[in-house]
């Protein structure tokens, strides 16, 4: 059986395994030090391309436009990129077994990779209605999101259901970027979730009307408040209806379900420490096992501004871990200080012509301001989230570059509200003067 020796091995070729590779480059790895091994038959690239430009029926985006690190601001790390830099990128190839204690990964064809520090970045998987048992989910053309490939076969059947009627499953960041795009592919849409409104982990109701009524206002069908209990096929074994709990049905060309995501640490289940559902880690993404690191989606780290355990799976997050992880690996190795992960979590989407922001922890009460009308030319407005008489998170749609730093340097230096009446005046205003 073939087997590989490394001293760096990173776990999974997505966001963070880039940004790792640029970072242990910026160090100074040698060549033939560092491994990136990955499911996936592409280099690393910045996944949320996938359910935006990817997607567009014109001006599309495609490989190798999008590699990491590009979604930063960065170089574009290409195969070649890494080829000259003497790093391994060991592409269609799943870890089967991992085996922490003896430091050897096992892949699906049976190859060997030894390693002296491990960089787990395997990140989520989708929640599937099959999961549940859900009656006819295995129908074809309902699709899921997560890697290149699911996108690309839903492009394949954009093909061949043009002007088709698509039935979006699931009101969350998928829901609503997949509802946009499905829509701009001449689609007729709906969307069925069961909450109040969308995004509930995130908006307000006030923020989540702008985005129902604008979405409305292209035509796309929002029902609220049911779900998805069944669909039934053709002939061909292609979803043809969408049976609603409330009783209603939808006919359906395509389904895209998006129900959220579920970090992929069963790899190591029982061989390291986990917390709220993620691989538990310290400031440096150190887990509980010496030399194995855990960053991006995967990782329950220590946020230090708010002085809590999290998991983030944002891809800010899996780009800043990644490089952290890193930057300790080799502090460590030169016997060097390094600064404490000291995260301020950001979030955006895109759909549309719109774009939001936000920054912070979205906890305490809230204060909704600007023009918030759908109906309006440019709608720009936000939130503020107040706890204990400061400002803790912001929002905003439709920000330009600079409201976008204030709101960021907000949510950070978290200044302290007299009143939620002068904060709802002065609106976005009290960002830009601190
Ligand atoms: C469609 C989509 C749109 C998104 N849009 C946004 C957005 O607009 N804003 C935002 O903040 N975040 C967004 N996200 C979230 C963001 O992309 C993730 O948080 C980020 O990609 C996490 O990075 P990661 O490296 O931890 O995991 P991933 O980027 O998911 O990479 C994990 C990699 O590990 C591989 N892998 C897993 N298991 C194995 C194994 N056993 N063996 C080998 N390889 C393995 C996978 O194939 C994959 O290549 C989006 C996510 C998706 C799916």
Redesign the pocket.
Known sequence: MAEKSFKYVV???????GYAAREFAKQGVKPGELAI????AVAPYE??A??KAYLFPEGFARLPGFHCCVGSGGERLLPEWYKEKGIELILS???VTADLAAKTLLSAAGEIFKYHNLII????TVIRLTDFGVQGADAKNIFY???IDDADKLIEVIKAKKNGKCVIVGGG??GL?LGAVMKMNNFDVSMVYPEPWCMPRLFTAGIASFYEGYYANKGIKIIKGTVAVGFTADANGEVKDVKLKDGRVLEADIVVVGVGGRP?TK?FKGQVEEEKGGIKTDGSFKTSVPDVYA????ATFPLKLYGEMRRV????H?RKSAEQAVKAIKASEDGKPFDEYDYLPY???RSFDLSWQFYGDNVGDTVLFGDNNPTSPKPKFGSYWIKDGKVVGAFLEGGNPEENKAIAKIAKLQPPVESLEQLKNEGLSFACKI
Do not use: M, N, Q, W
């Open positions: 776990v999974g070729g997505g966001v963070a395994a091994i990955s499911k996936e996944r949320p996938l359910s190839t799943e870890i970045a395997t990140g989520s999101l997560r890697e960041y998928i970027e992929l790899l960053v991006g989606d995967v799976e944002h891809v800010d899996a979030f955006y989407s």
